[in-house]
């Protein structure tokens, strides 16, 4: 049986019809005969193939040595004319790598740098801040010997009913009004 099965070549000449430009307006009726021998006569389509597909062993057989000549110094000028391009290209990345590699060292260093930097920064800005508060120790420890000193000698200002206890946590509430509240008209006495 030299004929496909019936699906099947109607499946392939549907499928040639939606793929083929129309030759004309008028629509093909005639269905393409598919056969699994190979078609003894000549297509568009395998000619196409056919000199796609030649070797180029094929196509110089028919030149004459003349031809052949000019070939083959075309073709050896194209040759030197990559290898020159290809030498001047491995040259030109063997130098961008020499720079990609400076340009790493040098980012290197200056990350170094930057991170010696931050960490001076980060050591003056302790010591600020140990100064700072080494300062308010001291002036609140003066402010509170200030303030005692100020009480015993004014023994009038202290209530003598309290005990030590209430003494001592009046005086330690005022210290911490005095840094709380502006400076103002001092509390009211008791009688």
């Keep these: ?30 269905p393409i005969p598919i056969s699994r021998d190979p078609s003894k006569l000549s297509s568009p389509l395998n000619e196409r193939l ?4 030649q070797s180029p ?24 004319r990559a290898h020159v391009d290809t030498t001047r290209l491995e040259e030109r990345c063997k130098m961008l790598e020499r720079t990609l590699k400076e340009t ?6 200056r990350e ?3 991170e010696k930097l931050r960490r001076e920064r980060e050591k003056e800005r302790a010591l600020a801040e140990r100064r700072r508060s080494d300062t308010q120790y001291h002036l609140q420890h003066r402010a509170s010997a200030n303030n005692l000193a100020t009480y015993q000698r004014n023994g009038n200002s202290l209530d003598t009913r309290l005990g030590a206890a209430d003494i001592a946590r009046r ?19 008791r009688p």
């Design 50 to 53: 056919d000199a796609a597909c």
């Design 57 to 80: 062993t094929t196509s110089l057989a028919n030149l004459s040595p003349n031809s052949m000549r000019r070939e083959l110094d075309i073709t050896k000028h194209d040759l030197a």
């Design 171 to 189: 005086i330690h509430l005022h210290d911490d009004a005095a840094h709380v509240r502006p400076p103002g008209p001092p509390p009211p006495r």
């Design 112 to 114: 170094a740098e930057l």
């Design 104 to 109: 790493r060292e040098l980012l290197r260093s």
């Design 1 to 30: 049986m030299s004929l496909l099965p019936t699906q099947i070549a109607n499946f392939l000449n549907t499928a040639y019809e939606y793929f083929s430009p129309p030759n004309s307006p008028v629509q093909r009726t005639q």
